[in-house]
């Protein structure tokens, strides 16, 4: 339909890798990603895409240190006065 109407722009491919990187890169999860272009397996979707997640580690870093802050906080004595 595309090349008989003599449109031109993306094809569907990029279009669909398109949605798939803007997904992972405003989080949504693997999985949802993995399931709405059709893959099989989010190992697949990872393995294409893995290059839209940097920064991933410094995120869980930093979520992991909030965490722990927070149960560190609360294991502390309160001081009596």
């Known amino acids: ?31 949802t990603v993995s399931v709405r272009p059709g893959h099989s397996k989010a190992s697949f979707t990872l393995t294409q895409y893995c290059h839209m997640l940097p920064g991933q580690d410094g995120e869980a870093a930093r979520r992991v240190d909030t965490v ?11 001081k009596v006065m």
């Open 1 to 31: 339909m595309i090349v008989r109407r003599k449109l031109t722009g993306p094809n569907f491919h990029a279009l669909r890798h398109s949605h798939a990187s803007q997904m992972l890169a405003d989080g949504v999860d693997l999985k």
């Open 68 to 78: 722990l802050r927070k149960a560190l906080e609360k294991a502390q004595p309160t």
